[in-house]
């Protein structure tokens, strides 16, 4: 397929953007940000919030223990694990948190990151490294903009007690080796924390080919589930070394007074208290997921996405700022003489949401690329060409009223 055509493959398009009722009010481009959900899971959100106002809180969740239950079952089956290996968590920042917080790392102990780790990750880092005294070390990119396998392996050593790196970064279309480095992470023995937050939902994902200890991430983006969820997978070896840095009384059992069990499976990452509304709607958010099929909509999302940046390449004054040799559903760009703000803004008055991922989210990257932000438009299967086609028409509609006001 040339870089001008698309497919919508095995994925309906009309069907999936009637199940989409925001596709007919707004060109949305920023699924990296949040989806549109489909309709099914904002009718579960409403359906379960509604019961819990008639008969209560504590009694609607036991009537819904089924449906609560099988949101573990969805998302297990959409990563490849196993429902005891769920934890489900309000954000994915939190789920990150409750396993990064519990690893037991030591003064001189080293953690492997990437130039494109996310702001909050590596806030983390600085936090233990002044705290613990912990060494952080950034793996260069190789030629692409990837993480650089070959210089991980040299930088490996039996000090390094964790490899922490994201798997699509917020700021760009390229996708991480995260199964070769979980491959090198598996033949030092150390942990691998996988921020998969930006990749879960946009394409099949598959912890046990991963080889990660622990898989964060969130709802609300690809996986097009509600604002305020999250999910964390932790694998065997993790659930039997690896404790919560807090717990509560869904975490363990207070045995006597002054003894507790921690919970064997995954939910000991969890809280007490949870929004169980939202729950609901993110399994149905993953079913849905999971019954148009990830490989089609992997196949759907890089052939849109695609065709997006070949359109943006031939507009005058845009710059295409994407790297990797595997791309996906994120097309970061720049307009000249535009800021990009203003960019989303102008955008924002024709209906088309796009966001702007500023320097200060993926400070090492940004800073070394000498980007002080991108204008960030994220692609889902549920966008069709004529989208692409308007949004390139608006894109260069801008830099023509711009260049001719600087005339
Ligand atoms: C790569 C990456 N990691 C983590 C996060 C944080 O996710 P949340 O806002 O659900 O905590 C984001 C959010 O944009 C992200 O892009």
């Not at 948190?97 to 909050?120: K, N, Q, V």
């Not at 480095?181 to 939902?201: E, K, T």
């Not at 700022?321 to 803004?345: E, H, M, N, S």
């Amino acid at each position: 397929m040339t870089a001008g055509s698309t497919s919508a493959g095995s994925i309906d398009l009309s069907a999936v953007r009637a199940d989409t009722p925001g596709c007919a009010q707004v060109i949305h481009f920023n699924n990296a940000g949040a989806s549109l959900p489909p309709q099914v899971v904002t009718d579960a959100v409403l359906r379960y919030t509604a019961h819990e106002a008639l008969i209560g809180g504590y009694e609607a969740a036991e009537a819904a223990a089924e449906e609560i239950r099988s949101s573990y079952d969805a998302l297990a089956t959409l990563l490849g694990a196993r429902p005891h290996q769920i934890a489900l968590i309000e954000n994915a920042t939190r789920a990150w948190d409750m396993a990064f917080y519990g690893l037991p790392l030591e003064r001189g102990d080293r953690i492997l990151t990437c130039r494109s780790e996310y702001a909050s990750n590596y806030l983390a880092y600085l936090q233990v490294s002044r705290r613990r005294g912990v060494v952080v070390d950034v793996i260069p990119d190789n030629e692409h903009g990837e993480v650089d396998t070959n210089a991980a392996a040299r930088l490996l050593d039996e000090d390094v007690k964790l490899i922490s790196i994201t798997h699509v970064p917020t700021n760009g279309g390229l996708v991480n080796p995260a199964a070769t480095i979980g491959q090198l992470a598996r033949s030092a023995g150390c942990y691998y924390l996988l921020d998969a937050c930006q990749s879960v939902g946009q394409m099949p994902i598959d912890v046990a080919a991963i080889g990660c200890d622990f898989l964060s991430s969130t709802g609300r983006k690809f996986l097009r589930g509600p604002r305020g969820t999250g999910f964390l997978y932790a694998s065997e070896r993790a659930l039997s070394e690896v404790e919560p840095p807090f717990i509560d009384g869904r975490a363990a059992t207070w045995t006597s007074t002054d003894a507790f069990e921690l919970r064997s499976d995954a939910r000991r990452f969890e809280n007490w208290e949870y929004n169980c509304a939202t729950r609901i709607g993110l399994g149905v958010a993953a079913r849905y997921a999971a019954g148009l099929g990830l490989e089609s909509i992997w196949q759907r999302v890089q052939s849109l996405a695609r065709l997006l940046r070949a359109r943006l390449t031939e507009t005058p004054g845009v710059t295409v700022c994407d790297r990797g040799r595997t791309q996906c559903g994120i097309v970061t760009f720049l307009c000249q003489g535009i800021d990009p703000g203003a960019v989303k803004a102008a955008l924002a008055r024709k209906r088309i949401n796009v966001s702007v991922s500023d320097a200060a989210w993926t400070r090492i990257d940004m800073d070394a690329r000498g980007i002080p932000a991108l204008v960030r438009a994220s692609l889902h299967y549920y966008n069709s060409e004529e989208e692409v086609d308007a949004f390139t028409a608006a894109v260069a509609g801008l830099l023509r009223s711009a260049n001719s006001i600087a005339e």
